[in-house]
């Protein structure tokens, strides 16, 4: 086997064969055994429009026939690109302005962080560098976005260089909320506690915030009440800039168009990417505000160049694919749509919370969460028990130690939902 594993451990995957997919039909896979899949994770939190939508791959093949590659830069660029900038920044929260495309999350987080250093170099404010980055966030596997992320498996033997970052406390009110405190006053301290720490460190040294709207990939965390207004009164006071990394809240996952809808929260960049093609391609973009923009413009203008570019960024293919995604996220109206679905799983959800092992339920618009009750003294095995009994029942998900974390592919119906629900509760009931 040549593949080394991302995220696995290695030795087991030497002895323990992966499970290879080989075909998708609507919102299941199938392996190469035959055997059929629902998968609840949309993959890895992207394959927004299933597995085997039609028109995304001829618009694919149709980009592939007209022009398989050209760049972006100096001086040239491609037709789906420059239509999907103007697009994209069309959707977005009205703060953003201009759009710059690379291939990954990781790419665009990591770019974020550059243009943040450079927009504060311009503005001669070279010691203002640093970056505030959440306990259970994950940003991506770059040497700059690994290092933002929150989660120590990620670090571990790596030596990132991660003295720019300063870590802030997740927002987890069912962890970390004090007796008797309620969401608005959890809230509250945690933005005093950001405050605080801010004031510490030197608001003079710190850049940027950078958050996801609801923390993904670190449990499924869904923003307490008031949380993004209390924070955004503290970054705006210190001169500090969001950046919301959308890279799963966006496109209609939350029932919005994006997170920053959602929660109200004005960004100055955001990093978008999986659902902007429903994965089907491989493409992400870095949104800037209009401020920022004209700083970097007028740096890069002194310097004859902006000197940030990847051979693939704004593929024509990709770039193709995501425009026919979005067209058909408007034709089915998929903030409606994911509202709607949305009733459905918080019912499901709310149907497990009372099964033996089930510690409590969460949801939002298409993305829900069940925290099963930790074994006794031993983190995560609970888990995945049950997500053994899950896969044996044909249904994958992400698991995140002992939390469940669902985002099925927003074309699911609600018959599907509830087999989804059927066989989570087969799974927990067998796992106990
Ligand atoms: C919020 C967030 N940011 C960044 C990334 C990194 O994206 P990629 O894996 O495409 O590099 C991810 C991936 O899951 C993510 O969830």
Redesign the pocket.
Known sequence: MGLLFPFSDPRGAESIPPLVMVEGDGIKVIDENGKSYIDAASG??CASLGFSNKRLAQAAFDQMNRLPYYHSFMGRTVEPAKLLADKVVDLAPNSLAKAFFSC????A?DLAIKIVWYYNNARGRSEKKRVIARESA?????VL?AGLTGMNYCHDGFDLPDAFVIRAHRPNYALDAEPGETEIEFSKRLASLLDAQIQLEGAETIAAFIG?PII??GGAILPPEGYWAEIQKVLNRHDILLIA?E??TGFGRTGEWFGCDAYDIKPDIM?I??QLSSAYMPI?CTLISDKIYQVIADFSHEKQTFGHGITYGGHPVAAAVALETLKIYEEMDVCAQVKSLAVHLEQALKSLDELPGVARVRSKGLIGAIDLVPDEGSSGTHGQRVAQAAEQQGLLYRVVGDTIALAPPLIITVEELQEVAQRLRNAIASAA
């Open positions: 890895l939190w990954s999350g990781s790419e987080v994950y940003h991506g596997s770059g976005s996801e993904g990939s990394d890279i799963i990093t990417a999986k992400s």
